[in-house]
DNA sequence: CAGTGGTCTAGACCACTCC
DNA sequence: GAGTGGTCTAGACCACTGT
């Protein structure tokens, strides 16, 4: 059971709204309503009801009350691990090693996202687990704005951990896609050719400076899971 | 500017751990210690440090205090759209076919998850904008759990529209991959064979009950966008 | 204008857990 | 045992916004 009555009071809400008692877009009682129903101060209620708003169940209004939504959001909260831990999840034993690191201009493309600097530093990494490859990674670091990334080989610590660490609570986008295996690409995660892969895109942002951008491969038959 | 006085401690704080001022492992003030330095009352500053701890930024324990996470969780939203909104946000002009729809007994990948049903309802559907393929996917539905299911063409709104709306607020498991196309997939996608297709897996639980499950490919190049 | 949620306070008791 | 967070209360004032 949960002792907390403001959960017991979010859970009897979610009950009730998924009983049909209270439909989707009807208006429940008010907060003092709710904390005489319940026996407990209007404080209480309202820390239930906003959970339930910041969940995306229910639309709260001043003077308008509050509703449930009509189209409930779904939505899934992906915890996006490094990629060491996700393979010592699995059980394999992890490596990584730097295929590629220079200091040179940036393509048009990366460029544009890093805020067109001069030069910036790139890293091409393959990720393995037992020795096999488990994810391969394009990354593009904005030196200017962290200088210090440019004195380091990401050897022992690979980039993705070391940015993690020493950039913490960055924000930023994140895309998924699926990609054929080409090129490169293929011969480090030693895919066929034509393979369909799991990639994701990152870019990340301090205080509105873009930090890195990336391309992170995954092997054949990845899949990224979460619950909603 | 923020008003509210939880969020403005809230931001401080993360604009400290930023900083280096508090960093990644440390302990940082308890919250009377706070409230004192804030001026303000001590549930204000348990609201923000509270906030933050949801936010995964930092991890509290009674009689431990408040430290902030060596590793900081990097989790991202994602909203999972109704595919009909999907294509409209895009703008295009949406479009259901359903191409099979049949009560059958289940094969036994999908019965396993279903809960080993004698039968139940299966569906091919084709999502479109602006007449071309967006999206093709394969469901089961339950029809034990959801006997009007059953009685449902899907003609007008689609099954993905109609479950959300029946059943709201459901739980379940999420899983993205990449997969070549291949066969009915493909042509019902007017994808090349062997093209990278993004899928997702989703199976649908109220009470722990399995609803449906329920497989999307989605056209080539699709992208699945979030942010951090 | 008046109803409703948003926020804050000052204080209280309790539960956990580190020392 | 004692320090810290978890929760709750009763009340207050205010900011929106529907009517």
């Known amino acids: 059971m949960n002792q907390a009555i403001h959960s017991a009071i979010r859970e009897d809400v979610l009950r009730r709204i998924r009983s049909g008692e209270w439909p989707l877009g009807s208006r429940i009682p008010d907060e003092k309503t709710l904390a005489v129903h319940y026996g407990c101060a209007r404080g209480t209620v309202n820390r239930a009801l906003r959970a339930l708003a910041e969940e995306g169940v229910v639309v709260r209004r001043r003077k308008g009350g509050t509703r449930v939504r009509t189209a409930p959001v779904r939505q899934a909260r992906l915890a996006i691990p490094i990629i060491r831990e996700q393979v010592e999840t699995l059980g394999g034993e992890y490596a990584h090693e730097v295929l590629t690191r220079r200091i040179a201009p940036p393509p048009k493309a990366a460029r544009a996202i890093l805020g067109s600097p001069e030069k910036a530093l790139y890293l091409e990494t393959v990720h393995r687990g037992d020795g096999a490859p488990f994810a391969f990674e394009r990354r593009w670091i904005n030196v200017d ?23 913490p609570l960055s924000g930023g986008d994140l895309t998924f896609r699926a990609v054929n295996a080409v090129g490169r690409v293929a011969k480090a995660l030693a895919a066929a050719e034509g393979a369909a892969l799991f990639a994701l895109e990152r870019t990340t942002r301090l205080e509105e400076v873009v930090i890195t951008t990336v391309q992170i491969y995954y092997r054949e038959g990845y899949r990224m899971q979460s619950h909603l």
Do not use: H, Q
């Open 145 to 167: 704005a962290i200088p210090e990334a440019a004195n380091r080989r990401f050897e022992r610590m690979s980039s993705n951990e070391w940015l993690v660490k020493t950039v």
